[in-house]
C-alpha cells in the first residue's frame, strides 16, 4: 500500500515537473519583449533594461527556469510582473469564485445528466430517448461564449430574471453556473445512457429482476452504481480542468475567476502568473485523480477489495 | 439640588443660542470639498485591474484615467489647451521660457493629514528620473532635459540640480532649454516617506492629496475610492463614494449601464461605443441624448519602412495614401478622417493640409510611373484589438484595388513593437500615438526624427529621417511664441505628409455613453474621462 501511495506520488511529482518544464519553454519561445509590456511604449531603452536586470530576462532561459524551480520548491511562486501581486495571493484571491461556480455547475449537471441517463437508459429508442439525444448532441455542440452571451441577453439584460454580470452574492452564479451546466449535461448524459444500457443488460441486473426487486431498485441500486465508474472519471478530470478557470463564462459574466486571470497573465507575457495559474491547474488535476481512485473504491468494493 | 447654579441659570437660553449659531458656523465652515455635494456613489467598470496607482510608474492610460480622483497635479486643464491653476496657486515662467516657479496653494494635505509641501513634487520628479524605478514616464519626461537630469540619472548627484525648493510652497524647475509645453506635463505630489515603505502598498493604497481616497481594492473584483477627509482642493468634491467594479468586456460593461447599473457605459482611455451595438444605441430613444463625444489629442496611421523597397520609393508611399479611403466609418463619428498627423483640435492644426484625399486612379498612375512591376506584394503587422483588425481588412481590400496585394499580420502588442524595431523586418504596421499635450512636438518629434533611428526603442518605426524635418523640429521645440511655434509645425507636418512615410488615417473621437442623471464635464480631451468634475442628479 505504502509503496502504492510513494509510485503514485512519484509520478505526480513528474508530472508536475514535466508541466512545469514544459510551460516555462514555451511561454519564453513566445515572441515579444515582456519589459516592454510591463514598461509600455514610451519607456526609454535605460528603463527597459532596468527591467531586464530585474527580472533576468537576459539570463539563458535554463538558467532561469533553475532558479524558479528553486523558487517553487520553496513554496514560492513568485510576484506578478506586471502588478507586482504575489502570484499565490492573486490565484487564492480569485479560486473561491471559480470553485463556487464549478461546484454549483456540478450540482446542476449532475442533477439533470444522471437522471436523464437513466431514463433514456429504461426507455431506450422511445421518443423521450431520441428526443435527448438531439438535446443533448444540442448542448455538446454550442459554443461556451456565444451561450453565455445569449443566455446573458436573454435572461438577464431582457427579461431582468438574473444579474448581467459581477459577483456580489450567490445570485450572481445561478446564470453562469446554468450556462456551463447547460453545455456539459448533453455530454453526461449520454455518457450516463450509455454505461446503463451495457450495465441493464448484464446478468446480475436479470437476476435482480428475476428475484423480483423494483424497476427503481434495479436501475438505481444495481445498475447505476457501476454505471457510474467512469462517469466518476470523467466528472472528476472534468471538475478539476474547471477549477483551474472557466474562461469563456468567467469573462461574459465578468466573474473574478482564475480563467480571467490566466488569461490577462497570457496577454501581458507575465510568466510568473502564467506558470502559477498552469501549475495550479495541473496540480487539481492530478490531485483529482486521486480523488477518483479514492471514490472507485467506494463504488465499486471489488475494487476496494482487489487493491 | 439644582444642577445649574442659580447665577447663570437666566444666561441659560442665550448660551443655548450662542452655542447653536456656533455650531451652524462651524458646521457649514467654506469647504470646497462639501461645496455642490451632489452624494451617491458613482458606479463603473473596469475589464481589469489598474497595474498601479503610483502615477510615477503608471504607463496605461486606463490607469491614468483613476488618477484626477486621487492626486491633484500642479496645473490642470480645460477644454484641452487652457491652463488652470489646481494644486498650484499660481505659476510664472522666466522670460527665458525655462524656467517655471510653481507656488503652492496653501492648506493642501496627504490623506493621512500631513501637509503637502514643495518637496513632495520634486520627489515625484526624482522618482520619475531615477532609472532604478523603471518607471515608464522617465522617457517622457527626459524629453523636457530637466538641468542635471543626465547626471541624476547616471548617479552622479544626489538630487536634480535643475528642480529647486524654496520654502515649503515653491517649487522652481529650470530646463536646458526653453519649452513652453513644460506646463502641460502633470506634477503631483508624493510622500517619500509612504512611497518608500517596504512592499508595494503604495501602489495599492496610495496617500494622496486628491478628492478621494482608496478605501478598498480586492483584485480582480472592486477598487473602491471614499472621500479624502483632508481634501482642500480647489474644485468640489461630488460622491459619497465610488465603487469600480473590475471583470467583464466592453458588451458586459453595456448591457449592465442599459440596466441602469453603471452610470457610464465605457471607461477607458478610448472611450467609444463598441461597433457592434453603435447602431442600435444611436437609435435608441433613450439615450441619443446621452452620447457625449469630443475629439482626442490622437492619431492614427501605418508606418511606411521607407528603408524597404519598394516603399523606399515616395511614390509608391503615396500611392498607397491615395488608395486608401479614410472616410470609410466616418459618419459613426468614432474619427476624424487624416489628411496629416496633427489632430483637428490642435491650435497647429493646418486647415489648409490637403494631404491625400481617395484617389485610386492616383495612385494606380503614381504605381505606374515607378514602373513597379504589379502585383507589389507587402506585409502589414497589426494589433490584436477589433480597431486594428477592422483598419487592417480596409486597407488590404482598398490595396487590393490599385495592385497591391497586402498579406495581414496579426501580433501582439509587445511583438508588434519589438519587430517594428528591427530595422528591415517589418514594412507595414499600423500605429498610433496619443499625446498628452496640446502641440505637435510629442506626436512629431518622438516619431519622426530622424536621428532616433539608431535608438534601441526607437519610435520611428518608418526609418525616417529627413534633414530638413530634423533641424526644424530643433527649432521648434524651444520656440516660444506662439505663432511662430505653430508656423514651424506646420511646415514640419507639410514635409512629412509630402514624403508619406506613413499611411495617415484617422484622428480618434471620444464618445462617451452617461446616464441621464450623470451632470458635467465628462470629456476633456487632454484627459478623457474626468470623473472628479461630474456629479449626479437623480
Partial sequence: MLTRLLTRFWWSAVTLLGTAFLTFLLVNAVPGDVARVIAGSKASAEVLQEIHLKYHLDDPVLQRLGFYLIQLAHGDLGHSYVTDQSVAEAILIRFPTTAALTSLAVVMWVALAVPLGVLTARFRSSWFDRTTLVVATVSLSLPAFWLARILQYCLAYKLGWFPVGFFRSFVDLLLPAATLAILMVGYYARLVHTNMVEVLDSLYVRAARAKGASETRVLFKHALRNALIPVVTMLGM??????????????????????????????????????GTVLFSATLVVGANWVVDLLYGWIDPRIKSAS | MKLVPTNLTRFLPLLVAVASLAATVFASAPNAGDALHSGGT??????????????????????????????????????????????????QVASDGRTFTFHLRPGLRFSNGRMVVAADYAYYLERISDPRNASPNNAMLGAYHIRGADDFAAHRTKHLAGVRIEGTRTLVVELDQPDPTFLFYGIYALPQEEVERPGDAFARHPTSDGPYMVDEWIRGVRLVYKPNPFYAGPEPRHFDRIEI???????????????????????????SIPAADQARILRDPRW?????????????????????????????????????????????????????????????????????????????????????????????????????????????????????????????????????????????????????MP???????????????????????????????????????PTVEPARRVALYRQIEEIIVGDAPCLFLKHPNLCELRQPWLKGPLLEPLWPLRLDRVWIER
Fill in chain 2, 288 to 436: 441619443k441624448n446621452c452620447i457625449d463625444r469630443a475629439p482626442l489629442f490622437a492619431a492614427r496611421f501605418a508606418n511606411l519602412n521607407t528603408q524597404m523597397p519598394p516603399l523606399d520609393d515616395r511614390r509608391v508611399r503615396q500611392a498607397i495614401n491615395y488608395a486608401v479611403d479614410k472616410a470609410r466609418r466616418a459618419a459613426s463619428g468614432r474619427f476624424t478622417p487624416a489628411k496629416g498627423l496633427i489632430p483637428p483640435i490642435m491650435p497647429a492644426n493646418n486647415t489648409n493640409l490637403v494631404g491625400y484625399p481617395f484617389n485610386p486612379p492616383k495612385a494606380r498612375q503614381l504605381l505606374a510611373e515607378t514602373g513597379i512591376p504589379l502585383p507589389i506584394h507587402l506585409t502589414l503587422w497589426y494589433a490584436t484589438d477589433q480597431e486594428s483588425i477592422m483598419q487592417a481588412q480596409e486597407i488590404q481590400a482598398d490595396l487590393h484595388e490599385v495592385g497591391i496585394e497586402l498579406s495581414l499580420r496579426q501580433a501582439s502588442f509587445s511583438e508588434l513593437n519589438d519587430a517594428a524595431e528591427i530595422p528591415g523586418k517589418v514594412q507595414m504596421s499600423l500605429s498610433g500615438w496619443f499625446t498628452g
Fill in chain 2, 42 to 91: 458613482f458606479h463603473v467598470a473596469l475589464a481589469d485591474d489598474p497595474q498601479t496607482l503610483d502615477p510615477a510608474l503608471q504607463q496605461l492610460a486606463n490607469d491614468a484615467l483613476l488618477f484626477p480622483l486621487l492626486y491633484l497635479p500642479l496645473l490642470d486643464n480645460t477644454n484641452g489647451v487652457d491652463l488652470v491653476a489646481c494644486a498650484a496657486q499660481d505659476w
Fill in chain 2, 439 to 477: 502641440d505637435p512636438k510629442d506626436i512629431l518629434g518622438s516619431q519622426f526624427d530622424g536621428r532616433t533611428i539608431t535608438n534601441a526603442a526607437t519610435y520611428n518605426t518608418s526609418f525616417y529621417n529627413n534633414p530638413e524635418v530634423n533641424r526644424l523640429l530643433d527649432e521648434a521645440s
Fill in chain 2, 245 to 271: 467594479m473590475i471583470g467583464g468586456d466592453a458588451a458586459t460593461h453595456l448591457l449592465m449601464f442599459e440596466r441602469g447599473e453603471l452610470d457610464l457605459a465605457n471607461f477607458t482611455a478610448a472611450a
Fill in chain 1, 238 to 275: 472534468d471538475v478539476a480542468s474547471l477549477l483551474g478557470g472557466v474562461l469563456f463564462i468567467e469573462n461574459v459574466f465578468a466573474l473574478p475567476g482564475i480563467g480571467n486571470l490566466a488569461v490577462q497573465s497570457v496577454l501581458n507575457l507575465d510568466v510568473p502568473m502564467i506558470m
